[in-house]
């Protein structure tokens, strides 16, 4: 999912405040319109970049004002040390990439977000940054807090990937319970954990939420969060430099240990070794340790069997891909943020049932959705997503074909096949064949005209009617609503 901060994701709530005391509509629109170049620009970062920097260094930016005067864009990010390695490494790339996108901007700032309090990091040197620079911290972080007051989120934990922000269903509701277990103030009854998920199905949402909890139950916890690749990295950089004694006492030293993608760890014998042996020591100690990855732990090929073992002597907590239910209650959250925006109920159903991969690209469904919407003045609906949605929807669409939904439906109202293309007008008829046009404009992509052409040859604004009979039936009657969820569970299993 593309995050824009805490500055964009207000926008369009501030929007409405602002019309109804007058303000200035058009710097309300320049907000909007930033926040979509802001989006493009950290999707061709995520590809440039790739997934450990865009994550560590790019997701936590915030977006904040442009100076029309100056042409000064500021970016911000939570802690001086980000602020400081964003600005030495990326401003020229942002800068390049924002006056691409926007000739106004001449020169973009990097800063650290105004009031924000930093953290004490304790950092373990590392290596190349993976962007051909050598950095002295960025690595493995030791994030301690100064007092009884809870520290803000470590560095390398997203502050939007809480448990409050996770929406819980029965595919995730397990790993949603050992998560808060592994980071409330009692010693939790399994350790280490093991999350496991398919891409975009919230495991690494789930990790963040830990660390974020843990601080606030454990407010002088240290915590170390990191890929596996990363690990890896830093493991080798110490082995090199001759600092081993120096990595393996600080990393054992941690109280909450949260490792992501440990698919990646695969074939490294050494590091995997490291990593076992720090296990131990840390297991011993009664300290707590968290995995993510995208497979079981006994399929993660080239891992030695002892580590294997470690692995899964906890809890293998499984998420599921998410299910219709749980689709539409993460639309619905996510839609929170953009009130008093409108969504109609039948495009969260029609993305609900179309985007079913992952989460991940669910959300960025929506977003794309309202962004336009937005910088256009176009109301969302139902045609809306279907022309601005199109990659997104082709790539998870199952196909299911008119053909397919008519044997359905007619097998469904025990009518004949031949009804769904003949002339007649009888209730008992119409209303089948009205049903069958609606799912075939909701589950293929067809057009109007399409559609009309394999119901007997009948006109594109027949089908519209019949689309729009059945959404407004679906609202008013139970038993037509509970017919069309049967016959969509049917083709779509």
């Given amino acids: 999912m593309i995050r824009m901060g805490p500055q ?3 926008s369009a709530r501030d929007g409405a405040d602002r019309a109804a005391a007058g303000g200035n509509a058009v710097e309300d629109a320049e907000t909007v319109a930033l926040a979509a170049d802001w989006a493009d620009i950290v999707s061709g970062l995520r590809k440039d970049l790739g997934h450990q920097l865009f994550t560590q260094w790019i997701r936590p930016i915030e977006l904040g004002p442009l100076c029309k005067a100056t042409g000064t864009l500021d970016l911000y990010l939570p802690t001086e040390f980000s602020a400081n390695w964003v600005q030495d490494r990326l401003q020229d790339r942002l800068a390049l990439a924002w006056k691409i996108a926007r000739a106004e901007v001449r020169t973009v700032r990097i ?3 105004p009031g924000r309090r930093k953290p004490v990091d304790l950092e373990l040197r590392t290596g190349d940054d993976g962007l051909g620079h050598r950095a002295a911290n960025d690595g493995l972080r030791m994030v301690e807090g100064a007092g009884a007051d809870p520290l803000p ?19 995730n509701i397990l790993a949603r319970n050992a998560a808060e277990r592994m980071a409330a103030a009692e010693q939790p009854q399994f350790s280490p954990l093991y999350l496991k998920a398919a891409t975009g199905q919230g495991k690494t949402h789930l990790l963040h939420a830990i660390g974020h909890a843990f601080t606030q139950t454990h407010p002088r916890g240290r915590i170390f969060y990191c890929s ?4 890896m990295v830093d493991f080798v950089q110490a082995l090199r430099s001759g600092e081993m004694i120096a990595f393996k006492g600080r990393l054992r030293g941690f109280d909450l240990l949260l490792v992501d993608d440990l698919q990646f760890i695969i074939g490294k014998a050494s590091a995997q070794e490291e990593l076992l ?8 100690e009664g300290k707590r340790l968290v995995f993510a990855a995208d497979r079981a732990p006994q399929a993660l090929d080239g891992v030695e069997p002892r580590l294997l073992s470690r692995l899964s002597m906890g809890l293998v907590a499984d998420i599921q891909p998410a299910d219709i239910e749980l689709r539409r209650q993460i639309l619905h959250s996510k839609l929170a943020r953009f009130a008093p925006l409108s969504v109609p109920e039948d495009v969260i159903e029609f993305l609900s049932r179309t985007i079913s991969r992952n989460v991940r690209e669910l ?4 977003h794309k959705l309202i962004a336009y919407a937005q910088l256009t003045g176009q109301e969302v609906s139902l045609q809306l997503a279907e022309d601005q949605l199109t990659d997104i929807l082709s790539a998870n669409r199952k196909r299911i074909t008119i053909d397919e939904i008519q044997r359905t439906v007619c097998s469904f109202y025990r009518i004949d096949r031949s009804e769904m293309a003949s002339k007649r007008r009888a209730r008992a008829v119409v209303r089948p064949r009205q049903v069958a046009m609606y799912l075939a404009k909701v589950l293929t992509p067809r057009s109007y005209p399409e559609i009309g052409r394999k119901f007997g040859g009948r006109d594109h604004s027949t089908v519209i009617h019949a689309v729009r009979l059945i959404e407004d039936l679906r609202q008013r009657d139970s038993e037509m609503d509970g017919d069309v969820r049967s016959l969509l569970r049917q083709l779509e299993d």
């Fill in 277 to 284: 042996y720090t296990i131990d020591a840390l297991l011993a």
């Fill in 111 to 113: 800063a650290v977000h």
């Fill in 8 to 10: 964009t994701g207000r």
């Fill in 228 to 231: 596996a690749e990363r690990f």
């Fill in 153 to 171: 989120a470590p560095v390398g934990l997203d502050p939007t990937l809480t448990f409050a922000a996770f929406v819980t269903g029965t595919a």
């Fill in 363 to 366: 959300v960025g469904g929506l």
